[in-house]
């Protein structure tokens, strides 16, 4: 129900654009979220956006990363910049609904080499 892409390998100090698609069948969307997970760590927030645009973001991407959401297309953006070796990850995306839903997409890999 929820497809993420964009992910790929890229050198540091470059950029990619994720995306992540909800299906029709997914309804009142509020907040919508990345979080990502490296091999041996735990799951950590990256970005966070609600129904009424406000965001927040991990410590570590702040000021490099930027989510937006397109609510007529249920979709929600992931614009990664100046990506280190550190956010190399399995990115993954969220959707929780006004009615505490909770939605995790597949995962899409990024790989930032030196």
């Known amino acids: 129900q929820l497809q993420a892409s964009g992910g790929g390998l890229v050198q540091a100090g470059g950029s990619l654009r994720l995306s992540c698609a909800a299906s029709?069948?997914?309804?009142?969307?509020?907040?919508m979220g990345w979080y990502r997970q490296a091999p041996g760590k735990q799951r950590e927030l990256v970005a966070g956006?609600?129904?009424?645009?406000?965001?927040n973001y991990g410590d570590s991407v702040k000021g490099r990363f930027t989510t937006a959401r397109d609510n007529a297309k249920n979709m929600v953006y992931l614009q990664m910049n100046s990506l280190k070796p550190e956010d190399t990850a399995l990115y993954y995306c969220?959707?929780?609904?006004?009615?505490?839903?909770?939605?995790w997409g597949q995962g899409t890999l990024v790989t930032v080499s030196s």
């Open positions: 969220n959707i929780i609904t006004r009615f505490r839903e909770n939605y």
């Open positions: 029709g069948s997914i309804f009142s969307i509020d907040y």
């Open positions: 956006i609600t129904s009424g645009g406000n965001t």
